[in-house]
Nanobody
């Protein structure tokens, strides 16, 4: 069984920074693309950023330049460094990963989400 666990959310003032982590564990053979998504109240879940196994990254336009996605393949962990946070960044942030398990079955996995609140 494979699990994704996010951490690092919390309350931060506008202009502040947070670093989210997403750790994958379980019967993992290979992790392909890892990504962060977010969902604000009464809005659809949207892409924040993705990173593939070769460290190629992709960002939503509104996050490019403020957010940085990275990964540590030795720890099966992805990170999202968020700087210059704005109140409109308030949302539940979810980690997603495409993972092949030890039976070589591929699935998309989601974490449980971590709340980020930007407010003074």
């Amino acid at each position: 069984q494979v699990q994704l666990v996010e951490s690092g959310g919390g309350l931060v003032q506008p202009g502040g920074s947070l670093r989210l982590s997403c750790a994958a564990s379980g019967n993992i053979s290979r992790i392909f693309v890892m990504g962060w998504y977010r969902q604000a109240p009464d809005k659809q879940r949207e892409l924040v950023a993705t990173i593939n196994s070769d460290d190629r990254t992709n960002y939503a336009d509104s996050m490019r330049g403020r957010f940085t996605i990275s990964r540590d393949n030795t720890k099966n962990t992805a990170y999202l460094q968020m700087n210059s946070l704005k109140p409109e960044d308030t949302a539940v942030y979810y980690c997603n990963a495409g993972i092949s398990d030890l039976r070589h079955q591929f699935n998309q996995y989601w974490g449980q989400g971590t709340q980020v609140t930007v407010s003074s």
